[in-house]
């Protein structure tokens, strides 16, 4: 019994010492991490003329008139309408991701037809196309159909599954969804469409959400697309904003693009907190296991 207490009780003081290491290191690391959203935040309060000439992260005054003139906008454009236009463009290419891949993803996991494989494979290939490679055969197409200056450019293209990386994300999440739960719909008279909607279309909901995360963060920060497709300010997002603030003015007004920064920045912030409850629960439920 002696020997068992003096081999054990060096372990069990070695235990609460490694975790408060670990708990220090996961501190210091967030820290980091968290620093630049720190930094712009109190940015947006500095004056102008301490941006550049002061190193501190505090301001030596709150100056609240950056947050009034980003509110008044860029070329008559209120932050209200350029909010909506970003809304409408990123919750335009969720929803079309969303219906889109789910639909193609269930016929490349579930289905059986002549050329899936060669197909799914083609439709991967696609992921390592570059972007720009496609984007002027894109502008022709869009400036032929009258869409260009237009958010359709943005938006329609999400509802033809044109992103590849979210087909292979949710057939890789339904090919782990047990086969006997669409042969019990079919003995019941289900149909293809029917046991997509009703069967796997719910259990797919972490994919969807992880889904809806991600074109939604990217669609908001996708600043080069749009400055392609939109010209009349009208039309301007946030992201156009921002660049659009500081060439409108005759001086570097910083403190008010900075501010303008925190309001392009919330939405995104509010996005992922609203959903990340469903992501954690999707990543260690990891689907249905039969």
């Not at 501190?27 to 500095?46: D, G, N, Q, R």
């Not at 055969?137 to 237009?150: A, D, K, R, S």
């Not at 008279?189 to 029917?194: L, N, Y």
């Not at 500081?246 to 920064?261: I, N, R, T």
């Amino acid at each position: 019994m002696t020997t068992a207490r003096i081999t054990t009780a060096p372990a069990a003081r070695r235990r609460p010492t490694g975790r408060i290491v670990l708990h220090i290191c996961l501190i210091a690391v967030l820290l980091v991490m968290l620093y630049p959203l720190a930094w712009l935040l109190a940015t947006s309060f500095k004056p102008a003329d301490e941006v550049i000439a002061s190193l501190k992260l505090l301001p030596s005054h709150f100056e609240w008139g950056n947050y009034s003139t980003a509110l008044d906008g860029v070329n008559e454009v209120s932050v209200g309408r350029l909010l909506w236009n970003s809304l409408l463009i990123a919750c335009g290419a969720v929803l079309g991701n969303v219906i889109s891949c789910s639909l193609a993803a269930y016929a490349f996991a579930r289905l059986r037809f002549r050329m899936r494989g060669p197909l799914f494979a083609f439709m991967i290939a696609t992921i390592m196309l570059p972007h720009h490679a496609i984007l002027i055969p894109q502008y022709i197409i869009f400036n032929q159909l009258g869409m260009v200056n237009t958010y359709w450019p943005m938006i329609l293209p999400k509802f033809l599954a044109t992103d590849a990386f979210f087909v292979f994300l949710i057939v890789q999440f339904m090919r782990g969804l047990p086969r006997e739960l669409e042969e019990a719909a079919r003995i019941d008279g289900c149909g293809p469409f029917r046991s997509f909607f009703s069967v796997i279309l719910p259990l797919t909901r972490p994919a969807l959400i992880t889904t809806a995360i991600f074109t939604f963060i990217w669609t908001w920060n996708d600043f080069f697309t749009q400055l392609i497709y939109l010209f009349e300010p009208e039309k301007f997002t946030l992201t156009l904003a921002l660049r659009s603030f500081v060439d409108a003015s005759s001086q570097s007004a910083f403190g008010p693009m900075f501010a303008m920064s925190v309001f392009a920045l919330l939405p995104i912030v509010l996005f992922f907190l609203a959903f990340q409850r469903f992501l954690v629960e999707g990543m260690a439920s990891s689907g249905l296991k039969g």
